[in-house]
Each structure stands twice: as structure tokens, then as C-alpha cells.
């Protein structure tokens, strides 16, 4: 046994890996390793995490970085080439479109496998079954039919027949947007979690726009009455000064065994379509309301004269609402994950959908001590992935930096790795990411994008 134990280092070392990443500091959020080591990659998996040295084609000095698993996106609505470019260089290597969610889902995996930079996926979404079935003319968001109308039995039988479809064909969960949808009844919403619950998939929600306290009380009721998870979208931006009093609210569910679990982003702001339901009676709002927002585009905030106009005409509107206090009391709390909600086109977008994690590693751990380096890791790849193994094989071996998982990892230097992208300027990469490889293929390679190459896959239940 001894002259075994003495043989596994001796043979590791003989082998050729395809990639080693030599003295890096692993950690690993699983098993709590955090100590330098040496990570050797075969094909899209890791083969090898050794104290002695490795061989490889490919070696890639590690020493004074972080190995990291590649940090995983569960609400990222860019799913776009150049949105996944982002997602790249902030260390992401699967990027989820679980909130909203995508109706069908089987077109949608179809125009994205062999072409994605880093892995994809989507939940059966009730927002685009309903807007399709009610003829909304919204885009992400429903603007009329799906937002102002009541859905006739007919309809609501369809829009369910629809979204099981989803569910039928793979979709990670059931996406769904309440305060998109007002006329949705609360029976309406019930009946979904229960046919969520007859797939043992959770439901992705953001909640009505209303006290969230009541909100919350909505949605575990329902999942409790269903016997389904469920998992509340960027609860900062829902709670706002009541944080706290949510996350109460959010321990004393779980301590009572309920399945609920929640996300935020490390911003004080949000963004969202100004067309939406979410600005349903803000005509009647004070001039301090309008000037809260601002318009991306021309970097102006708003008046009641250019809100009308802009609701009128649509788009994407940056809300300034909370409070770092609140951020940073919320990103501190072990129950909540790191997630984006980012959405960039041609360059125009909210700086979280290309600099979330960076911050996160960047403000909240090394400048602002909010919460420690491993916890920041562990929120943005271990806790995402079990929130989504159960139903998916594929989320079983990702998350962690252990021999047998897929070799999805992000390699950064905590000592610069920040966000660039501001509110002004959010087309600008994170620093501090070296490389990022998604099944064994390097993304991210010396701080650079790499050109040529589509390794990420689509992620389904299973």
C-alpha cells in the first residue's frame, strides 16, 4: 500500500497533459482546497491536481494567480456572441437565461450549439409563451396584450401547453416575471408552480413590484403549496431598504425546509425596459422619480417630458435605487449568489452584464472586505451549479476544481482583477483574468479573447 501511495505522484508527473496550469492557487469551494498546486487538464476534463510538478503541451505558469472554477451566470439575458465576449473576460464560463427564460426553447439551443463561446441555457419561459399566445409586440418584455390584458381560459391553456413544451424538451426550470405580467391572476401563477412542480424543476422569479415582503410571501407560499423550488431573482433590487428584513424572511424559509433560494448583483442600480409593467403609474411620480433614471444611449437622465417620450418609443432604462449599505449587507449573506441580470447590445447596456464578477472579486473582497475571497468564488460557481444539479447531469461537474470535473476555470489575479465597464462606458472588459478555459480550450488566454474558437455547450435537464 505504501509503495502505491509513493507510485500516484511518480505517475502523474510521467504523463503528458494536454494543459497544465503550473503553481497556481487552487481553490476549490467543494472541498474548502485553497493551497498551490499544479492542475492538469486531458481533453474537458481535469486529470491531475498535484503538489509535484506536470507535463503538458500546453504550460501556463499559474504562480501568484487563482484557480478558480469558471464562475457560472444564472441570470444573463445578452445571449448574443458579443454578449458571451464579456462573459468571457469576467471569468464566466456558463451563461444561464433563466429569469425570463425562452419560448420555444428547442429553436433557441438549436442557433447557439457549435457557435457559443462559453455554455448556454435557458428555462421554459411563461413571459415569451404568454406574449406569443396574447400577440404582445413587446421584445424581451411584454409593452401590451401580455401586460394589460387578462388571458382568456383558452389562452392561459395554451400559454401552459406551451411553456410544458419547454419544460418537455430540456428547459432548466421555469422562468417567470410577475410584475411583467399584472393581469397574470394569482391563480394563474399558482397553476404554473404546480406544473413546474410535476417536472421537479424550480421556478426563476421576479416578483410582483409591490412590498416585498408581500411579494416573497406570494412565492414560497406557491412553492410551497406546489412542492417546487424556487428561486428569487436579484432579491437587492427587489428589497431595496428592506434587505434585510427579506433575508429574515428568506433564513426563515429554508429553516423550515423550504427549497428557496435567491441572487444580486453588486450594483445600486438596475435596468429594465421602460415600457414594462415595472413603470405602470409613474406619470404621476415627482420630478425627483425621473431623475433617477437614465437613458444609456445619451447618458441623460430623465424628466417627465423625455420619460413619456421614451415609454412611448421603448428601450432600456438604468434605475439608481439603493444603497451600498444594502449591497454590501446582501452580498455578505452565505445564502446569496452572484448573478448579472447584464444585457449588452452594440455596446449599449448596464456595466453589470460585463463586469459583475470582477467587481465582486475586485470592490467586494480586496477593497472592501464585504465578504472573503472564497466565499466570492463559491457564489459564483458552486452555489449556482447545485442550485441546478439535481435536474441537470451536466451542472454536477462544474463549480468545482477537482479531478474528474469539466475543465471550466477561471484564472485571475486578485491582487488587480476589477470591472472597467461604468455607466457611461459599459463596453469595457474586466481586468485581471488571465485565462479562462471552458472544456479544456482556452477562451481567455493571456488577457485576450481567443478568436476561432466555440467550445461552450448547451446545458439542458437531464
Known amino acids: 500500500m505504501r509503495f502505491l501511495l509513493w507510485l500516484i ?60 472554477p469558471g464562475f457560472i451566470d444564472l441570470h444573463s439575458h445578452g445571449q448574443t456572441a458579443e454578449a458571451y465576449r464579456f462573459k468571457a473576460m469576467d471569468g464566466v464560463t456558463t451563461a444561464l437565461e433563466l429569469e425570463v427564460g425562452v419560448s420555444p426553447l428547442s429553436p433557441w439551443y438549436a442557433t447557439r450549439e457549435g457557435k457559443s463561446l462559453i455554455h448556454f441555457g435557458a428555462s421554459s419561459g411563461h413571459i415569451p409563451a404568454r406574449m406569443a399566445v396574447m400577440r404582445d409586440s413587446g421584445g424581451l418584455l411584454p409593452r401590451d396584450n401580455a401586460m394589460n390584458r387578462v388571458a382568456t ?66 412565492v414560497i407560499t406557491d412553492s410551497a403549496a406546489a412542492g417546487t423550488g424556487v428561486h428569487i431573482v436579484h432579491l437587492n433590487s427587489a428589497a431595496l431598504s428592506q434587505t434585510r428584513e427579506a433575508l429574515r424572511l428568506l433564513d426563515g424559509a429554508r429553516a423550515r425546509g423550504l427549497d428557496v433560494t435567491t441572487e444580486a448583483y453588486p450594483y445600486t442600480a438596475s435596468m429594465t425596459e421602460i415600457a414594462s409593467a415595472a413603470f405602470n403609474g409613474w406619470e404621476a411620480k415627482g420630478p425627483e422619480y425621473f431623475a433617477s433614471l437614465l437613458w444609456p444611449v445619451t447618458n441623460d437622465r430623465l424628466t417627465r417630458e423625455s420619460f413619456q417620450r421614451y415609454r412611448k418609443q421603448g428601450g432600456f432604462v438604468v434605475q439608481f435605487g439603493n444603497t451600498e449599505e444594502m449591497i454590501q449587507a446582501i452580498l455578505a449573506h452565505p445564502q446569496v449568489m452572484v448573478a448579472s441580470d447584464g444585457i449588452i447590445e452594440n455596446g449599449i447596456g448596464h456595466p453589470r452584464a460585463a463586469g459583475t464578477f470582477a467587481r465582486v472579486l475586485g470592490k467586494y473582497v480586496r477593497e472592501d472586505r464585504a465578504l472573503t475571497l472564497m466565499d466570492a468564488i463559491r457564489k459564483s460557481s ?30 485571475f489575479d486578485p491582487k488587480t482583477v476589477i470591472d472597467r465597464a461604468t455607466f457611461d462606458k459599459p463596453a469595457q472588459y474586466s481586468e485581471g483574468f488571465r485565462y479562462v478555459l471552458v472544456n479544456g480550450t482556452f477562451v481567455v488566454r493571456d488577457g485576450k479573447l481567443q478568436d476561432g474558437v466555440a467550445p461552450g455547450q448547451g446545458i439542458r435537464a437531464r
Open 153 to 218: 381560459p383558452e389562452e392561459q391553456r395554451t400559454i401552459e401547453a406551451a411553456v410544458k413544451k419547454g419544460l418537455d424538451e430540456g428547459g432548466l426550470g421555469m422562468g417567470m416575471g410577475i410584475t411583467y405580467t399584472p393581469t397574470a391572476s394569482p391563480q394563474e401563477i399558482l397553476n404554473l408552480f404546480y406544473l413546474a412542480a410535476t417536472f421537479k424543476r424550480p421556478v426563476f422569479v421576479h416578483m410582483r413590484s409591490r412590498d416585498v415582503i408581500a411579494s416573497m410571501q406570494e
Open 9 to 68: 505522484p511518480s505517475l502523474l508527473a510521467a504523463q503528458n497533459y494536454d494543459i497544465v496550469l503550473q503553481n497556481g492557487r487552487v481553490m476549490d469551494p467543494e472541498s474548502g482546497l485553497d493551497a498551490v498546486r499544479n492542475v492538469g487538464i486531458t481533453g474537458k476534463k481535469i486529470t491531475a491536481i498535484s503538489l509535484q510538478p506536470l507535463r503538458g503541451n500546453v504550460e501556463v505558469d499559474a504562480d501568484g494567480l487563482v484557480i478558480a
Open 382 to 411: 458552486l452555489m449556482p451549479a447545485k442550485r441546478l444539479e439535481a435536474m441537470s447531469q451536466q451542472m454536477r461537474e462544474k463549480g468545482r476544481v477537482k479531478i474528474g470535473a469539466d475543465a471550466d476555470l477561471a484564472v
